[in-house]
Structures are given as C-alpha cells and as structure tokens.
C-alpha cells in the first residue's frame, strides 16, 4: 500500500476524525467507520477513483489473510465471538441462565449487590481485556437483568474494570507487554540497573487514570450514579426495558432461546470456569512455545510471549465442549443443540461487523500514519519540564481516541516519552511513562472503534454506540481529575500530593452527581 503527500500530516488526522465525529452525531457506527476508511482510502489514493477501490479490496482482503498468509490474529477473536455466542445460547436452552439467575437472586438480589459483583470481578479476571469483558458479561449479566441494570450500566462496569486493571497487573497480558517495551526504554537511555518489573511496579501508583477510573467505577456501583444518558438508561431499566428496543437486539444477546429443560446453575458456572481454566492454560502453553532460546521461563516471559487470540479459541472451545456435555447429561435433543449452537454464533454477527469495519479504519489509520504525525508534533514542541505529565496524557489520549488501540499507543509514545525526559529530566521517567499509560487507557476508554469497547458492548448486551455515549462522561470527568493530578506532580514532584489532589477533586464529582435526584429503580436498595 503506497503512501501519498497527505500522510504524515494534519490530513492523516481527517479519517478518524470523520469516523468518530459521525458515530456520536448519527449514532450509525457502522456507516461512520465506512465513511472514515473511504476517505482514508481516497488520500492515500490522491483521490483516485480506480486506485481507491483497489485500495479497499485490498483492505477486505487484510482482514483474514497478509502475505500469502492467515491473518490470524483477525480469524482467531472472530472465531472466539461465535463460540461465545454458542455457548451463551447453550446456557439458555438447558435452562443454566434462569437456574444461575434463580441461584443468584436468592443472594445478591439488590442493584447494588449486582452492580458490585460485576466491579469486583475485575480482582478475579484481569488476565487479558478481551477475556474479562466478554466472560464477566456472561456471568453477570443474568444477575443484573434480574436487578434492573440497564445494559449500558453493565457495559460501564466492564469496560471500566478491565483495561484499568490490566494496564497496573504485571501479571496479565497487559503487563508482559508494558514491562517488556519498559525494558527497551531502560536499556536505550542506559538505564540496565532498573529492572523492568521494578519499574513498572513504581509506575502503576503513577497511573492515576487506571485507579481512579476503578474508584469511579465502584463509586458508581456502590451508589448508583448516574451521569447524563445513564440516567435515562436506568429509569427506562427500571421498567424492564434494559436496551433500547426500538434499535433491534444487541449483539452479544442471544434471543429466541427458551429453556427446554430444568437446567442447575452449574451449566453455567462450570463452562465459564473451564473456559477461564483452559484460556490460561493455553496463555502459558503458547508463551512457551514462543519463548525465544536462551529465555529463563517466569509467569513474565510466558505472558509477553503468549498468543492472547489464539488461547481465547482454546478457552472458547473448551467452554463449548463443556456446555455441549452439559445439554446432552439434561436430555437436550440433538437437532436443539446443533440449532441453538448456530443460531447462538449467529447473535455475535453485529458484533463480529462492528468489528471488521474498526480493524479496517485501523488499518487506514496506520497507512496515513496519523499515529506519527501526532507523534512528531509532540517531539517539535518544546515543553516545560512540569508540564510534560500533564501534556503527554493529553496527547497519548487523543492518538489512542483517534487509533482506537491503547497498545498501539502505547509502542509509539511509550519511546518518545522516554527520550524527551531521559537526558535532561530523568526524575521525570516514571510521571511521563505512567502519563502515557494513563491517556493510552482513556483515549481507548472513550474511542468507539476501539475493539476493547466494542467487545465491552457485546459482552454486557448493549448497543454499541450507547455504551460509547453513557461511558464518556464518566471517562471525560476521571480524565480531568487525573489531568490535574499530573499537573500536581509535574509541579511538586510528590505523589502523595497528586493522589490527593485527584481524590479530593474524585470525592466532590461524586459528593455533587450523588446529590442529584436518583433513578428510581425497582430493585434498587439503600
């Protein structure tokens, strides 16, 4: 794919900004992403109309197969989806879904027993984001239908728990990768006496989005807060509706199913922990199979060099396999099985687009590489040394907004971030890493074709672009407070002050949109 005259510009800046602008002013995500990849197309082409559609078959193309090759990181996750959806529709069939839903109200039947349990996952799953978002869903999403959770509150409480745990766990896939590119600015700057897990360890009390986006995350939970269109959402889930019916069946919801027989909560239990057991296994199994010669094998190593795709396919194979025996012990018929196993992939197909259309933008994204320009911009400004937290969360943002990936972010500013402060201000790496990380986590928080949300959307049953405009507010507000915190130690250097900084300005937000009129929900309790 050749570049033109309008990359590495402020014109490469037009494709992500036409996607993401469309999907907040139409709420058509589908038609905003296609929109966006189009114009890409037609700046990397000079606007021509043969080399344009060669462009986006091209493109089509990449999506499952590069360099003669499979794309497998593509067909895995889409893979991962239809066994999900399988298996959810599974759950429901055998009767697992209400029997687990009967079980649970008999001991969180509050909506904020429901809402904590989905924040306090978060300490159970935190391996990988992808996995948190989508297995949590299944798990909770019974207990919160039955408390009259709206799914854009539940698709909060994923989204908001599972990056933000990841990006301060070293041992999750998150982890490996940040300790990893850490480790290569360390050894750059001639820094080999720090170790790369020390310094990730001093970094995450620096990561003031991450917590406080899990302080927030449990503030709302504990105290149903309700913020601009949550509101709404939750009063219309006060009176059964959970989505907004009136645009169709979420992805994610696997409808149409009726139990056939009385099922136990352990269908649904022990699939789910199968899956999680046989996805971290295969975590381990393809790191070391990955591991280069010479590598000591740690918990560290095996995750940095896991293939998180791949071991989801596993998990989810597993997951399904456990599901299918469990169906069949209940006498579920076999043209039921293979019914409900379709029709239960066929749920994840809005998923499975919305998807395929934010890899492609991606892609385009990459091509016009708006990723450096914003990257060179950063580099030609001269910065005073206390503003460069404040300043680089901002920045890493609004690229990992525009790109839709935190990880993408993360491997082209995490470096620059490096050089600005090693030389002249090296008390500042740890601040500047940490902004970097913190802003990466946002901007993809906020982003609606980050694959992270969109997989956050599908888990919890919600429509996509609903989850991207309840979910702003509160990631807009946490953004601010943690702008302020960086400010704070750019100018003091103290943590403490910054912490303190960010709490006090966290407990007003919260004291002050806690005040206001509540939602009043039927299963709600004091």
Known sequence: MDLTSYSHSAYSLLPPAIALVMAILTRRVLISLACGIVVGAALLKQFMVVGGIEYLLDLAKHLVCSDDSWNSWNINILLFLLLLGSMTGLMQVNGSTVAFANWARQRINTHRGASLLTALLCFVVFIDDYFHSLAVGSITRPVTDHAKISRAKLAYLLDSTAAPMCVIMPISSWGAYIIALIGGILAAHGMADISPLNAFINIIPLNFYALFALIMAFSVAYFNINIAGMAKHEQQASLGHLFDEHKGIPAGTSTGFKATVTGTPWGLILPLLILALATFCAFLLTGYQALP??????????????????????GGFAGLIASVIFSCSLKVTLGCLSYTILRGAQSMLGAIWVLLFAWSIATVIRDIHTGTYLASQVKAIALPPALLPMILFIIAGVMAFATGTSWGTFGVMLPIAGDIVATSYPEMMYPVLAAVLAGSVFGDHCSPISDTTILSST????????????????????????????LVIGYTGSLWMAISAGLILLCIGLVWFNQRPKVSTLAASA
């Open 459 to 486: 888990g919890a049953g919600c429509h996509h672009i609903d989850h991207v405009m309840t979910q702003l507010p509160y990631a807009l507000l946490t953004a601010f407070i943690s702008a302020i915190a960086y």
């Open 293 to 314: 010669d010479g590598t000591s094998v740690t918990i560290f190593s095996l995750l940095k060099n896991t293939d998180v795709a791949f071991s989801l396919v596993i």
